[in-house]
């Protein structure tokens, strides 16, 4: 039952984020006009959150030891899951629906943050935040 809790507060906190990289991009593009930059401060601001949310939230760890060594391997796997969701989003948007484009760029856009978080989860209990 824990596991699920974690699970639930995990989707949680990447919705969050998710919601808070899409604000702050619009919000620095329009004050900035660069997209490339705007996109990696919101990105940084989306990871932090991330971060904060899964370590005192999700997995409620709160102990302080190897902290270089937990944002090091943090970083490493949302890296991964970055990866892993850039090739998911590619392969989906790439098949042949009868979907109107913009609705199936909009599911592949879904497609993808599902099968992210489905690495991003096991990841972040088992490699990041265990106990």
């Known amino acids: 039952m824990k596991i699920l809790k974690q699970a639930a507060k995990h989707i949680i906190t990447g919705g969050v984020a998710d919601v808070a990289d899409i604000l702050f ?15 990696a401060i919101s990105f940084l601001v989306a990871v932090t959150i991330k971060y904060g949310g899964n370590k005192y939230w999700a997995f ?5 030891d190897n902290l270089k060594k937990e944002i090091f391997v943090f970083f490493l796997a ?3 899951g970055l990866l892993i969701n850039v090739a998911s989003f590619s392969f989906f948007v790439n098949i042949k629906t009868s979907f109107p ?10 497609l993808a943050m599902i099968i992210t978080a489905l690495w991003n989860f096991p990841a972040y209990k088992f490699l990041v935040f265990k106990k």
């Open 60 to 64: 409620e760890k709160t102990e302080r």
């Open 78 to 80: 949302t890296l991964v």
């Open 25 to 39: 991009f619009q919000i620095f593009f329009v004050l900035m006009q660069l997209d490339i930059l705007a996109k």
């Open 101 to 110: 484009t913009d609705i199936w760029r909009l599911a592949s856009v879904v």
